[in-house]
């Protein structure tokens, strides 16, 4: 029987760098994840951008916390995790949507964020050669960037194991043993654990999961594909965002990284439920159409590889933390709706702050990303 202060079920987006976090401060970590190394399930799949300028309060706080972590990893830490400042941009080419994002653009400046509105002219300097005709400005949030979702896990997971936190790979969690409110003993393929907290941040599995104790939560994965091209010398530097739906899907990003590819995604619509990762002979030919027809100097790039990974999804698009009625030692770091590896270092040193010194300066948090709140509303801004 091995014994822990905290033992973490995921070694993700989130449980990686709360592993860290918590070593750091002297907890005894356990980390048990059934696939062979860190970061082999959502976060593998992830394509690197990082922002604070979401629509929510929670959102906001953990993400600021991340740009922060994120920012120092070079210069405080020593590891280059391929950080490029170069904003996110949303670019409007109709009346309505300019009019929506001015209007989101007050709240989020409440929250001083560095965004604002600028106009096509300034556009096109961030963005030569995007398509003119009927732009209208944008709103850009220059503090916003991309980093490697490989490089900063490893990171990460080598901070982590300095500190002493040990990881278990290639184990499943079967089963759980329950004393009254309590997680008493974690089952695994291979051992048994004791904790006196465990945390449930297994990403497309957190359902699954938190059944064998008999939670219900609602998180229900879907697939979404990504793509990168071959790298080539950097011509524009923001995140760009099209949040205009077309037959097909609902929005559409890309970004040049760090090594000069041009990083791509977009949002099926209807969505694709469940855990199908197998990539689609429809993606390409939809997000490449969207994306030369916005910005005409992609159409010569040469693309190299594409892939397919999972969104966590809840109703309304927000995650769930926190600690469940049932079970107070089992706490819900899920459902991240494919944001996962941007809110996972700040929600990492966020956590590991109410663990720790019993915090509560996050109760905000807690109480608007709580299982408990009824899912009606929906983000404004994924």
């Known amino acids: 029987m091995k014994t822990y202060d905290v033992l973490i079920i995921g070694a993700g987006s989130i449980g990686t760098p709360l592993a860290w976090q918590l070593s750091s401060r002297g907890v005894k970590v356990g980390v048990i994840d059934k696939l062979p190394s860190v970061g082999q399930g959502q976060n593998k799949a992830a394509i690197g951008g990082i922002r604070a300028t979401h629509s929510d309060p929670a959102k906001i706080q953990i993400c600021q916390k991340s740009l922060d972590i994120v920012r120092r990893m070079e210069p405080e830490f020593g590891f280059d995790v391929d950080w490029v400042q170069g904003g996110y941009m949303f670019p409007v080419y109709e009346d309505e949507t300019e009019m929506n994002l001015k209007n989101l653009l007050e709240y989020q400046k409440h ?182 027809q916005l910005y005409p100097r992609l159409r010569n790039l040469r693309i190299r590889r594409t892939w397919r990974g999972l969104y966590p999804m809840t109703p309304d698009g927000f995650p769930i933390v926190g600690y469940p009625k049932e079970y107070d030692n089992f706490l819900l770091a899920i459902g991240m709706c494919g944001q996962g590896f941007m809110l996972g270092p700040g929600l990492g040193e966020i956590l590991s702050e109410i663990i720790v010194d019993n915090s509560l300066d996050y109760q905000d948090i807690f109480d608007e990303l709580t299982l408990y709140r009824n899912f009606a509303g929906e983000e404004k801004l994924k």
């Open 111 to 292: 929250f001083q964020l560095n965004i604002d509105w600028i106009s096509a002219k300034e556009v096109e300097n961030l963005a030569p050669g995007i398509n003119k005709k009927n732009l209208l400005g944008a709103t850009y949030s220059p503090e916003d960037g991309s980093a490697s979702p490989l490089k900063l896990i490893d990171a990460f997971y080598v901070m982590a194991n300095y500190e002493g936190a040990e990881f278990r790979f290639n184990e499943e969690v079967i089963d759980f043993k329950i004393s009254g409110t309590k997680i008493s003993q974690i089952i695994t393929t291979q051992n048994k654990y004791e904790a006196a907290i465990v945390v449930n941040a297994s990403g497309g599995d957190a359902r699954e999961l938190c059944k064998k104790v008999g939670l219900e939560v609602p998180v229900y994965p879907d697939s979404h594909e990504g793509g990168i091209t071959e790298p080539v010398k950097r011509f524009f530097e923001p995140m760009i965002v099209d949040i205009r739906p077309a037959q097909g899907s609902a929005n559409y990003y890309f970004y040049q990284n760090g090594e000069g590819q041009v990083v791509f995604c977009i949002t099926p619509e209807p969505k694709v439920s469940g855990k199908d990762r197998d990539n689609t002979s429809e993606f390409l030919p939809m997000v490449v159409k969207r994306m030369v």
